[in-house]
């Protein structure tokens, strides 16, 4: 019995080590919210996590709804002409992480920020210089969008190309 084990563990390693998979190689993709409403007018972005359901309106007033009904309100970092344009968001360690798009009628760029569900308090918000978002990844320690990628424990820029 104790050789069928160690056999088992043998082939699980050999196995793991030629197709390159590691704890944290697989990248985790974030996903685009609901919008609702019209872009140059009053819109909501929808989406849920495990904690519960939240809501985001255009000027960074966001709203969350545990599973028993509590609501609770807060606020995104955002100018005062600012709109968001588009909200991507991944469950990620229990915590939320929130890629927006935000503009102020002549330029764009976008907000990531680390957000401790509990207490929806952020963690951390990092100003980026890239509008229009494509992909964005969190890939081991490092959330990729395009080419920069910024460290997910505190949010500072590791690499930009």
Known sequence: ???????????????????????????????????????????????????????????????????????????????????IERVYFLEHEGDLFLLYEVHDGSSEWSYLLRMEQQKRKPRWVTALPIGDIQETIIQGDVVIVQKTEISKTDGRIVRQD
């Not at 685009?32 to 009053?42: F, K, Q, W």
């Not at 819109?43 to 545990?66: I, K, P, V, W």
């Open 1 to 83: 019995m104790k050789k069928m084990v160690v056999v088992c563990l043998g082939v699980l390693v050999v196995w793991s080590a030629a197709t390159g998979s590691s704890p944290g190689a697989n990248p985790e993709a974030f996903a685009l919210a609901d919008r609702i409403g019209e872009p140059n007018a009053r819109s909501f972005f929808l989406f849920a996590t495990s904690a519960g359901n939240y809501t985001l309106r255009q000027d960074g007033m966001g709203e969350f709804t545990s599973p028993k009904g509590l609501r609770r309100v807060f606020y995104l970092r955002l100018g005062a002409k600012e709109r």
